[in-house]
């Protein structure tokens, strides 16, 4: 016996998660800005990582309510990597399973992690194929970059389906400008505008002075990038030269961990690195690269794995990276929600960028729409950060929503108990203000949690200096930086660290932050919404989150336990 897996559409906005054994039960669309070149041969070799069930994932899940929570008596004493692996290690049942079905077919070249739960394994093409009946791999090209996936659903053995939760490799091709969490985009100055965004404006907004700057030890922060997304050091230098001068700061990267490319620098990963280490200042930074060694190999997937097997880790990590939440099967976002969950209860916080695009459109039926939500930052386990806009371009004015501030409802995640009050709060207030509701999930979680600048950065990128670099993936490094920076001085003090912060971000109601009350993002451009989405409102909202850090405020009232 096997269990097949095919295909289901629903023309429905908002679904609850569903039961699933494997990640492919639903992500076997290819976009169509990818060229099907031919099938592979059947000797290429080819990279699978097989997600193993884990035990254990309510008590996790329970673990990190505990130590995530400001009024529980287990308030930040996280637990060591050691004892994480003890408590969601899969069964000896799973991993033998798993082992024998695998040998089975030949396949032995197989990388397992100290947590049992991940085995990256490669085999000819002919093998998987036969494992997985009626995957079928063929080589996808778009501008220039390869890719090997199938695009027809698979079975296994019923005795198999229950102990796997999905199997990477397959399906899952980046959608164009998320290739590496394209969020940023390149404006042109109008006229008479200000020269834009520098560490000096950042600093002077939120309230920084050149004394806040890390100094412990034990303390680091880390920015992931993927794909063909490399940061140049001598970038990094000459930003620093042109404009760190007002504050100490380290003008290279501590460690890189994986493998930079010779290629040229991208804006992206220019971007990343020199704003968490121009507003986290002074703090060593770690930088995540995965070039893709492989075709079949998923990046964000790899890093997820590293992650969540290395013993020492910097304790904030930023991340520009996202996908539509319909393009990924329930199972496979549930999964990662896990690997998120076993980050939070070691006191590691994660932070994501909201996206560009607003609430997002999704196309149901030619007369039907509905806002589109990203994944990752729909987790309730993440920290999920939108962008905002000085609301005088020509001078360091207050906040206003930018436009392109990724937000919204999760169609498949329900409303977090630590910002129930919030969304409730901000449905009261808005009221009639709101979208359709045929337009969005009610009972979602909600993103995102607070905001930054995000429009109209410099970056030094390839020894230039790149003017109007606009996105939420400069404000989700800012804000990493600032968490780093407290961190800093919690480590100083004696205290943990941060480590997931939303409950306790949730439980400070908008205090030690700039309210930002005006503006609204995108969505679809219909006859309905006409282009917009949700409005900024008093407290929180799904826009701006809490709005944005006053830095020495935030500073005292996380910095006292």
Sequence with gaps: MRTVLTLVVVLVCSSPVRPGFLEEDQDVLIPDDWSRVGPVGPSEQLELTFALRQQGVDLLGETLRRVSDPDSPQYAKYLRLEEVSSLVRPSDLTQKVVRRWLQSHGVSACLSVLTRDFLQCTMPAQVAEALLPGAKFHRYVRDGRSQVRSSAPYSVHDEVHQHLDFVGGLHRLPPRGQDV???????????????????????????????????????????????????HPADLAEF??????SFPHLSLVDRVVGTQGAGRAGLEASLDVEYIMSTGANIPTWVFTNPGRHESQEPFLQWMVLISNMSALPWVHTVSYGDDEDSLSNAYMTRINTEFMKAGVRGISLLFASGDSGAGCRHLTKEENCFRPSFPASSPYVTTVGGTSFKNPFKMTYEVTDYISGGGFSNVFKTPDYQASAVKAYMQTVGGGLPPLTYFNTSGRAYPDLAA???????????????????TSASTPVVGGMLALINDRRLLKGLPPLGFLNPRLYKLQGEAMFDVTEGCHLSCIDETVQGRGFCAAPSWDPVTGWGTPNYPALLAALLDQ
Excluded: C
């Design 181 to 231: 969490a394209s969020h940023g985009r390149n404006r042109h100055p109008k006229a008479g505008l200000h020269l834009g965004v520098t560490p000096a404006i950042l600093r002077a907004r939120y309230n920084l002075t050149a004394s806040d700057v890390g100094s412990s030890q034990n303390n680091s922060q880390a920015v992931a990038q993927f794909l063909e997304q490399y940061y």
């Design 240 to 245: 620093m030269s042109m404009f760190g001068g």
């Design 453 to 471: 600048l995000s429009d109209n950065y410099w970056v030094v990128s390839n020894r230039m200096p790149v003017p109007w670099v606009s996105g």
